[in-house]
Structure formats: C-alpha cells, structure tokens
C-alpha cells in the first residue's frame, strides 16, 4: 500500500521516467522512514524510581518518583522501546514473599530505541539491589535466584549504574539475546556473578564482581561476539573464611562449539582460592575456556593469586597478548588439544613469574602447555623444578619460543617430556637484569620486569 502511494505521488508530480520515479520513491520512503523513527522517539518515556517512591507516584520525575513495586510492574507489563528506567540512590529488595528475581525485564527494544535500565546517583551513592542470598547458605536460597534477569529473546537493552549483591546470580539470561551492553555493574556476595548462554553481539565494561563462591562470571552456551572490557573478578575479595565451592573461577567459558567469539580486554581475575585434601589436586583458575570453544581472545588481562591456573586454557587456537600471571600455581597452562601447525594458539608480549604451589599434588610452573603453542617476545620466571614443561597429550606438546626470556634457579628452565617438542629461536636463559624483580610484586611498578640486559629485543616489555 505505502508503494503504491509513493508512487502515485510521483505520477502527480510530473516525473515520467522511471528512474525519475524510483529516486522519489525512495526518497519519499526515507523520509516517512524517519518519521516514524522520531514519532517512536517522541513517545518513549523516562520513568524515575526510588524504593519507596515520592509526590503522587508518577514517576514522572524525581519529586514524584514511583516506587520500586510500580517499577516491577511497569518493567513486566508496559515498557516500550527507548523507555529509561532511571533508579535513584537507595535500597531495592525483593519484592513478594515468594519472588525469585528483583528485575525481570521480559521485553526489548530497537536498535534505535533501546530500553534502558540505569542507576543515578541521587545522594547516597548508586542504587543497591540485593537478595537473601547469604555467605553462610552458599549453595543454594530459593528466593534469591537473580537480581536482573532478562526473558528468552530479549534485545536492545542497557544496564547502567546498579549495585547488586546477595544472590545465586547477579545477571542471568534466558537465551536468544543480543544487543545488550551492561555497564558500571557491581556484583558481591553472590554463589555466581554472572551466567549467560544464548548472547550474541553483546558487551560488558567497567564491572567489578567480587565474593563469589562459584563463578565471576560462566559462559554457558550459545555465547558469540562479545566483548568484556575492563571486568574484574574477585573470588574472595581479601575477605579471610570466604566459602568457596570446589573450584572456583574467575571467567568460565564452558566446552561449547557455540561459544565462539569472545573477547577480553584489560581483564583482572584473582584470589580465586580453594583448599582441598594435601594428597588431591587443588584447584581454582583465573581464566577458564573448555576445549570446543574457540576463537577466545585476551588482551592486557592480568590474573593474580589463584590457587591453579591463572589461564587454564583449553580452547582452540586462542589469542593472548599483554597478558600477566603472577603468584598462581600454574600461571599459564595452555591445551590447544584440538590445534595443529595451522591452528597454534599465539602469546605475544606476555609476562609470567612467581608461580606459588599453595598445597596439594603438582607442582608449580611458570608456563605448562601441550597441542601447538607459539610464543613471542614474553618472559616466564619461576617454578618449583623448572620454569616451562611441555607435555605430550594427544596430539602431543609442540612449544615454539622466538625472542622469549626463560629463567629458573634450575638448571634447566625448561622441561621437555618424552613425545613432546621444543623449538627455541633466540631464547635468552641467563641473567636478563630485571629492573626491580620482587616475590611480592603483583603488577607495580609495570615495569619491574623489564629486562636492562635485552631491552625490547627480547621478552615481555612494559611501557
């Protein structure tokens, strides 16, 4: 119908020719186009919110704030796209005797007109949203399941400026999402931070997720094209009798060929910290990626302090650059199981020193690895018998170092077990005069370990 009346309108306008008409008729549907784009904008609302609401309740603005109740309703009945939801400084619980979630949000918006869920600080620091959820029942609380869950399809959606702490899980999904960007969100006191599966084209930055006992935050399935900037996952956050559950993790990406995609940008896990009998592996990894996932990528991450693997990573053909491991019982282990010559996972410019064995079997190492690995220009220091040990799990350890600096009070830096390879190109193993080496240096100065002897010609450099 629209068509025909574009083009009756050219006919009345004179033009003859088709060309004359096809350009006016899409001009003429541009035009409506963004008519009703700006209609749309026109209608869209912001709606204000305190807990306990003020002035007639409106939520028309701050002086007459709906309450977190109406809010509840309004987020599960009539928001629409380009609707803000705007939560002012306060206290926000469960809502019910029998409610599981504090924020469902069971619609999306538009790519134009997102929904918007964002706190403001309105006094008293950013709004808090909290659960039952308790340190001391840590595995299960049935009426603390989320803070923000977001309904299966899902997308367009903003979450902003929020607090939350006290629950099974701080931010879940119910699968077919997209377009969902979670900013300035600050998890604790929770058994997950965040679980996800079916997210697409999504990001999370500027987050802090801390006193978890199980995850910071689990990539389930169906998790592609992500970024997460700037998160940082604190298992224990310095707190002495944190419970933890058998075996914490920072950044869980699940064996799952659907997980695909996701990238990690100045990234921190740490104190992800479990104790187990003296005679059984103790465990508990910074950075997880299973072996079906693939193209994961990090860049300036950092893990600190975990009682395994600061990377434990099994996934195919990944990407590390600029990363930091430091005070780990494994600071790197790579798998690359699944990768030949042509799909090698790649380091390049990373660091790696001081590993710590905190108790169990094994031992510690600066670097494990097996599959196909290549490193360049990166630095690993320490480990209980050597610093590097290259194992022949199928299909076999394959280790290329190129500019790399190796050293160990050993005598050997770096082990090489039967069925596995190593190739060193350029690898210095002696004296490399670090600028300011120290047992307890945990990222500053960036520095420290830069190398007086090599400079920038070989291993890790930090500017």
């Known amino acids: 119908m629209r068509v025909h009346i574009l083009q009756a309108a050219c006919y009345h306008a004179g033009m003859n020719t088709t060309r004359q008409?096809?350009?006016?008729?899409?001009?003429?549907?541009?035009?409506?186009?963004?008519?009703?784009?700006?209609?749309?904008?026109?209608w869209a609302k912001d709606y204000y919110v305190t807990p306990a609401g003020v002035g007639d309740k409106t939520g028309a603005d701050w002086d007459n704030a709906m309450d977190r109740h109406a809010m509840v309703i309004l987020l599960g009945e009539s928001i629409q796209p380009g609707d803000r939801m705007l939560l002012g400084s306060g206290e926000y619980g469960l809502i019910g005797h029998r409610a599981t979630k504090t924020i469902s949000i069971p619609r999306g918006g538009t790519p134009e007109l997102p929904i918007t869920l964002e706190g403001v600080d309105t006094g008293e620091g950013l709004p808090h949203i909290f659960g039952k959820y308790s340190v001391n029942n840590v595995k299960y609380h049935a009426h603390s399941y989320s803070g923000i869950s977001?309904?299966?399809?899902?997308?367009?959606?903003?979450?902003?400026?929020l607090r939350l702490s006290q629950y099974m899980s701080g931010i879940t999904n119910g699968g077919k999402n997209a377009?969902?960007?979670?900013?300035?969100?600050?998890?604790?006191?929770?058994?997950?931070?965040?679980?996800?599966?079916?997210l697409s084209e999504s990001s999370f930055?500027?987050?802090?997720?801390?006193?978890?006992?199980?995850?910071?935050?689990?990539?389930?399935?169906?998790?592609?094209?992500?970024?997460?900037?700037?998160?940082?996952?604190?298992?224990?956050?310095?707190?002495?009798?944190?419970?933890?559950?058998?075996?914490?993790?920072?950044?869980?990406?699940?064996?799952?060929?659907?997980?695909?995609?996701?990238?990690?940008?100045?990234?921190?896990?740490?104190?992800?910290?479990?104790?187990?009998?003296?005679?059984?592996?103790?465990?508990?990894?910074?950075?997880?990626?299973?072996?079906?996932?693939?193209?994961?990528?990090?860049?300036?991450?950092?893990?600190?302090?975990?009682?395994?693997?600061?990377?434990?990573n099994k996934s195919l053909a990944s990407v590390m650059e600029r990363c930091v491991s430091v005070g780990n019982k494994r600071n790197i282990r790579i798998w690359n199981s699944h990768g030949g010559a042509d799909q090698p996972t790649r380091l390049t410019d990373c660091l790696s020193v001081n590993p710590v064995k905190r108790g169990g079997n094994s031992n510690s190492l600066a670097l494990w690895v097996t599959g196909t690995v290549e490193v360049e220009m990166s630095t690993f220091v320490g480990g209980e018998s050597t610093a590097i040990?290259?194992?022949?799990?199928?299909?076999?350890?394959?280790?290329?170092?190129?500019?790399?600096?190796?050293?160990?009070?050993?005598?050997?830096p770096v082990l090489v077990n039967h069925g596995a390879k190593y190739d060193p190109v350029d690898v210095a193993t002696d004296a490399p005069q670090f600028?300011?080496?120290s047992p307890d240096w945990l990222g500053e100065p960036a520095g420290a370990y830069n190398s007086k002897r090599y400079g920038k010609a070989k291993g890790y450099h930090a500017e």
């Open 21 to 42: 008409r096809r350009t006016l008729t899409l001009m003429l549907a541009a035009a409506m186009t963004i008519m009703v784009v700006a209609t749309t904008s026109a």
């Open 435 to 437: 600028e300011a080496p």
């Open 150 to 161: 977001l309904g299966e399809g899902v997308s367009h959606v903003r979450i902003a400026h």
């Open 205 to 312: 930055r500027h987050c802090t997720i801390k006193s978890y006992a199980k995850r910071g935050m689990g990539f389930e399935a169906g998790c592609d094209n992500l970024q997460i900037i700037d998160v940082e996952a604190d298992c224990t956050a310095g707190v002495g009798g944190w419970k933890t559950e058998a075996f914490p993790f920072g950044f869980c990406i699940e064996s799952e060929s659907s997980n695909h995609h996701i990238r990690f940008e100045r990234c921190v896990a740490r104190n992800n910290l479990w104790q187990g009998p003296d005679n059984k592996y103790w465990n508990g990894d910074g950075f997880t990626a299973e072996s079906k996932a693939h193209h994961i990528s990090y860049y300036d991450c950092a893990a600190y302090n975990n009682t395994d693997g600061g990377w434990d």
């Open 389 to 412: 040990q290259v194992d022949d799990h199928a299909p076999g350890g394959n280790l290329t170092l190129r500019n790399c600096i190796v050293t160990s009070q050993h005598e050997s």
């Open 179 to 198: 377009h969902i960007e979670i900013e300035d969100v600050h998890i604790e006191q929770v058994r997950e931070g965040v679980v996800l599966e079916g």
